[in-house]
């Protein structure tokens, strides 16, 4: 067999930026020929490429992990699974199963949750848009409704007068915790006075009554004390409106914001090293917990863990379609996925496997999708070995995100599978085809293309 020629090029060695943690980390040769014991060869020859998948077992035990971790610390806690960090259906049913409750920021995400089986009163309702009517139907249905804005005490005042009832709410704040930037587009703040001007509203008017607070400082928090300094402000913000109006703060709803073991572009240090331990948060929360609350007091304690959860339990594989040499001298890659359905690489470096043994030298390259524009990048900078048209990388962690936010856009979204504690494997949303795309779309007659029209 002829071998196939390519025209040398000359290449400036670059050994990456000097740095106090050594050489470039961006180096790929690591094959992976399976997931959770089913071959990468018999899942794209079933379900094609591009192919999400998703580890019923990853995802089983990385919820264990943090329950086990904050409900030994702290014997009140409860999960709420974020929904828009991955709403599939199956991997909602797999977190409701180990014991979460639904967190949700929409009424879109209010309904998904219902369809599946969450009763009204296991859904937190969070999020800066609720309108009237799901409001009204949250209340009626006894979700833990968490205020964002005064537009919300007005809309949620009108839905009491209706319903003729006192409605038990909580109530969205947000403060100083030494993170920056500072999230303080969601809530109402704690450290100017907002917040309690909020309670006295409520107080005024008498038809809400607050009963719980949250808070959701950022997301991929790498300062475990961060969460102490939230904890340590939220309860004595509590405290202050317990004893000037004797409403009873009954849970304390911290968010979530935990990084999974993703590697964010423009660090060096990988994330094993740089991410802390889930028992690094819990101690950090529960000792603030224990130091800030009065004898006796146990109020429940609400985490809404997405990203560290679900994110290391998705993969995603894409083959390779073509390649190129670039005029700067780089090696472009075609793959059949691109940021319509990563869009999580515009922050992320993805760990990347082959799935063979590639023999060659390692040259600088970049990953391209299969969209025609010029910023469909998944990876650049990556030293990789010369791989031929077939051959399929597996980009990992990518199950946070990328199948809430991905795009219909050029291409179809392809299958998304789930492998089961058996090694099943289950397709848990199928691939579109052009009638997921027209079936909505409307054509009026007058436009109507007749090319047999003299």
Same mark, same amino acid.
């Given at each position: 067999?002829?071998?196939?020629?390519?025209?040398?090029?000359?290449?400036?060695?670059?050994?990456?930026?000097?740095?106090?943690?050594?050489?470039?980390?961006?180096?790929?040769?690591?094959?992976?020929?399976?997931?959770?014991?089913?071959?990468?060869?018999?899942?794209?020859?079933?379900?094609?490429?591009?192919?999400?998948?998703?580890?019923?077992?990853?995802?089983?035990?990385?919820?264990?992990?943090?329950?086990?971790?904050?409900?030994?610390?702290?014997?009140?806690?409860?999960?709420?699974?974020?929904?828009?960090?991955?709403?599939?259906?199956?991997?909602?049913?797999?977190?409701?199963?180990?014991?979460?409750?639904?967190?949700?920021?929409?009424?879109?995400?209010?309904?998904?949750?219902?369809?599946?089986?969450?009763?009204?009163?296991?859904?937190?309702?969070?999020?800066?848009?609720?309108?009237?009517?799901?409001?009204?139907?949250?209340?009626?249905?006894?979700?833990?409704?968490?205020?964002?804005?005064?537009?919300?005490?007005?809309?949620?005042?009108?839905?009491?007068?209706?319903?003729?009832?006192?409605?038990?709410?909580?109530?969205?704040?947000?403060?100083?915790?030494?993170?920056?930037?500072?999230?303080?587009?969601?809530?109402?703040?704690?450290?100017?006075?907002?917040?309690?001007?909020?309670?006295?509203?409520?107080?005024?008017?008498?038809?809400?009554?607050?009963?719980?607070?949250?808070?959701?400082?950022?997301?991929?928090?790498?300062?475990?004390?961060?969460?102490?300094?939230?904890?340590?402000?939220?309860?004595?913000?509590?405290?202050?409106?317990?004893?000037?109006?004797?409403?009873?703060?009954?849970?304390?709803?911290?968010?979530?914001?935990?990084?999974?073991?993703?590697?964010?572009?423009?660090?060096?240090?990988?994330?094993?090293?740089?991410?802390?331990?889930?028992?690094?948060? %819990?101690?950090?929360?529960? @000792? #603030?917990?224990?130091?800030?609350? =009065?004898?006796? !007091?146990?109020? $429940?304690? +609400?985490?809404?863990?997405?990203?560290?959860?679900?994110?290391? %339990?998705?993969?995603?594989? @894409? #083959?390779?379609?073509?390649?190129? =040499?670039?005029? !700067?001298?780089? $090696?472009? +890659?075609?793959?059949?996925?691109?940021?319509?359905?990563?869009?999580?690489?515009?922050?992320?470096?993805?760990?990347?496997?082959?799935? =063979?043994?590639? !023999?060659?030298?390692?040259?600088?390259?970049?990953?391209?999708?299969?969209?025609?524009?010029?910023?469909?990048?998944?990876?650049?900078?990556?030293?990789?070995?010369?791989?031929?048209?077939?051959?399929?990388?597996?980009?990992?962690?990518?199950?946070?995100?990328?199948?809430?936010?991905?795009?219909?856009?050029?291409?179809?979204?392809?299958?998304?599978?789930?492998?089961?504690?058996?090694?099943?494997?289950?397709?848990?949303?199928?691939?579109?085809?052009?009638?997921?795309?027209?079936?909505?779309?409307?054509?009026?007659?007058?436009?109507?293309?007749?090319?047999?029209?003299?």
């Amino acid at each position: 067999m002829a071998k196939k020629y390519e025209k040398p090029v000359i290449l400036k060695v670059q050994t990456g930026m000097m740095n106090k943690f050594g050489s470039s980390p961006y180096y790929t040769r690591k094959v992976r020929t399976e997931i959770d014991g089913v071959a990468i060869n018999e899942l794209v020859e079933k379900f094609g490429s591009p192919l999400f998948v998703f580890s019923e077992t990853a995802l089983r035990q990385k919820y264990r992990a943090y329950y086990n971790s904050f409900s030994t610390r702290y014997p009140n806690v409860a999960f709420g699974w974020s929904y828009k960090t991955n709403y599939l259906p199956a991997v909602c049913s797999i977190l409701h199963q180990e014991g979460a409750i639904a967190e949700v920021v929409s009424e879109m995400e209010y309904d998904k949750a219902r369809s599946i089986g969450i009763p009204g009163d296991k859904i937190i309702f969070n999020g800066p848009y609720k309108n009237l009517s799901a409001l009204e139907k949250a209340v009626k249905e006894g979700a833990m409704i968490n205020i964002d804005h005064f537009d919300e005490i007005y809309d949620l005042e009108k839905v009491a007068d209706k319903l003729k009832k006192k409605i038990k709410v909580g109530m969205r704040v947000n403060m100083d915790t030494g993170i920056y930037p500072q999230w303080s587009r969601f809530g109402l703040n704690l450290d100017s006075g907002q917040a309690m001007d909020a309670v006295k509203r409520m107080v005024s008017k008498g038809k809400l009554v607050l009963n719980g607070l949250h808070c959701h400082i950022g997301t991929f928090i790498l300062e475990p004390n961060a969460y102490a300094v939230e904890i340590e402000k939220m309860i004595k913000f509590g405290y202050e409106v317990e004893e000037k109006f004797k409403m009873k703060i009954e849970y304390y709803d911290i968010g979530g914001g935990f990084p999974s073991k993703s590697k964010l572009k423009g660090t060096y240090q990988e994330p094993d090293v740089m991410i802390p331990s889930v028992d690094e948060y %819990a101690e950090s929360i529960s @000792t #603030s917990l224990f130091r800030n609350l =009065r004898g006796g !007091d146990l109020p $429940k304690l +609400y985490l809404e863990t997405g990203r560290a959860i679900v994110d290391e %339990a998705g993969y995603l594989i @894409t #083959s390779i379609i073509a390649s190129k =040499r670039l005029p !700067d001298g780089r $090696k472009s +890659y075609i793959a059949d996925a691109g940021v319509n359905l990563l869009y999580t690489s515009f922050w992320y470096k993805y760990n990347i496997e082959i799935d =063979r043994q590639v !023999d060659g030298t390692n040259e600088p390259a970049i990953i391209n999708g299969p969209l025609c524009m010029n910023i469909d990048v998944i990876e650049e900078g990556r030293l990789l070995p010369p791989m031929e048209k077939g051959t399929r990388l597996i980009l990992s962690p990518v199950g946070a995100y990328n199948v809430t936010q991905w795009m219909q856009f050029i291409e179809f979204r392809p299958n998304v599978v789930l492998i089961g504690t058996n090694k099943e494997v289950d397709i848990i949303r199928e691939a579109e085809d052009l009638s997921d795309i027209t079936r909505r779309e409307k054509l009026p007659e007058r436009l109507k293309l007749n090319l047999n029209s003299p």
